[in-house]
């Protein structure tokens, strides 16, 4: 099987390349991501591996199609880059639902952690020689109380650790995980309840139309005063705009954020020397209570090493059987997984 690999980075290889040659899956990678300019690079191909900033719309559908393209293979849980009603029927849509839950909690608590008690700060100062603590007080997480906006796997390790310092939780999901709620330090609640009693609000849900902008004017307006934000999911969850009108009102006391709505041209790429062009994302960075990384949270060696190995699983499983248990498909309109690997 020859497989197209777009938007590659110098810490995919080494995984693929491990699993790629134990399943006999020969990747062929392109620095270019995948969008309608680059899709004729897939001629020849089986099937193309693609990530978050991908696109893969119609018109890149249509073309893949056009030449014979039968499978795209998601190295990563999210499926939004993907025009998954205009896929149904003509390509088949692969993912990796799970690689390493812990690898995105933990890097949320280490933002938080770095947010709250001034170690970015800190480090630039030492480095300087400067070691005053004039404006780098910071705030006990024990007993505070956060909201967590998606119980999924990644969601529910996020509360795990919580838990340790000793937080209480306040949840919401749409579909709540059976048993998570204990009735006292962990709770379901309506989202506007979340948002009201929450001293710190996390992201873990996918982007849907439901969950588009879910942080928004109003729901910030409902939050308390100081409230901290953190965002490793998906950029598309906050409104930006909203979210800056907040920061500069007092309002959102500080910002993780891993994701940014815009990402796509911007993050994993080298811009050090280069004007940066969008106006809110350098506003956000200069900000004193933000923190951005790009899109850093999956990138552990055992996030990496699943992946990889997912992926060329679920390649090698669909062209040996037709059938693949992580495809994705749209059945009355909503996205679902393929249990019995049919999507059509």
Request: hydrophobic letters at 40%; charged letters at 25%; one cysteine or more.
């Amino acid at each position: 099987m020859k497989i197209a690999f777009f938007d590659t980075k110098p810490y995919d290889k080494p995984s693929f390349e491990k699993f790629g040659a134990q399943y006999n899956v020969k990747f062929k990678y392109f620095e270019t991501k995948l969008n309608e300019d680059t899709a004729e690079l897939a001629h020849g191909f089986d099937g193309v591996c693609v990530f978050v900033n991908d696109t893969v719309n119609a018109a890149v559908i249509d073309r893949l199609c056009a030449m014979g393209v039968k499978v795209v293979a998601l190295r990563c849980a999210g499926f939004n880059n993907v025009d998954m009603k205009y896929a149904f029927g003509k390509i088949h849509v692969l993912r990796v639902p799970a690689y390493s839950p812990y690898a995105v909690a933990e890097h949320t608590m280490a933002m938080l952690l770095t947010s709250i008690r001034r170690i970015h700060k800190a480090y630039i100062r030492t480095r300087d020689f400067n070691f005053s603590l004039n404006g780098m007080t910071g705030f006990d997480l024990h007993g505070k109380t956060v909201g967590v906006i998606g119980t999924g796997r990644i969601g529910r390790v996020f509360i795990d650790i919580c838990r340790g310092f000793g937080m209480k939780v306040l949840a919401y999901d749409k579909f709540p995980y059976e048993g998570l709620d204990n009735g006292d330090t962990i709770r379901y609640v309506p989202l506007e309840e979340l948002f009201y009693n929450s001293d710190i609000i996390s992201l873990h849900c996918p982007l849907t139309d439901d969950t588009k902008h879910i942080i928004n004017e109003n729901s910030l307006a409902k939050c308390k005063r100081g409230v901290v934000l953190l965002n490793t999911s998906r950029g598309g969850l906050v409104d930006t705009e909203a979210l800056l009108a907040g920061i500069k009102s007092r309002k959102v006391g500080a910002a993780c954020l891993d994701v940014y709505e815009e990402e796509s041209d911007i993050f994993f790429e080298d811009y050090s020397g280069h004007i940066i062009e969008d106006d809110t994302l350098a506003r956000l960075i200069s900000m004193p209570n933000v923190i951005v990384s790009s899109h850093q949270a999956f990138l552990t060696e055992e996030a990496l090493s699943n992946i990889a190995q997912t992926t060329v699983e679920n390649i090698t499983g669909f062209f040996a059987t037709g059938q693949c248990a992580n495809e994705l498909c749209y059945r009355h309109g909503a996205a679902a997984d393929c249990k019995d690997g049919k999507c059509f």
